[in-house]
């Protein structure tokens, strides 16, 4: 049987990405889902466990885009379908950053 061991609930949201790792040119995903401490997304190549970047999207809230963009870490990599799952954990986000997430999963 397996658990799901998220220490967070999610929430899903379906956007446009833009993943600039330390390293590498900026590249196009699309989030999955969200939670206070991380953002789950589709992706094109693999990254490795424990790489940094900074990872920016849209979140919509009262009619109006708010646009997200917080240093993460890859939490975890896992090839599905023709793409990679790529969990990100978010690395010390401003409080502007976090009032928005928070907004957002109310």
Known sequence: MLVDQRSA???IVRAKAVV??????PQQGRTIDISGIGVSLTFDHKLAVGHMGQVTFE????????LVSTRCKVNYCIFSGDQF????TFVNPD????????KFLR
Do not use: E, H, Y
Not at 20 to 25: E, N, S, T
Not at 59 to 66: A, I, N, P, R
Not at 85 to 88: R, S, V
């Open 9 to 11: 609930a999610r929430k």
């Open 20 to 25: 600039v790792m330390d390293g590498l040119p």
């Open 59 to 66: 979140l919509f809230m009262d009619g109006k885009g708010q």
């Open 85 to 88: 799952k790529i969990g990100f």
């Open 95 to 102: 409080l502007g950053t976090m009032a928005t997430v928070n």
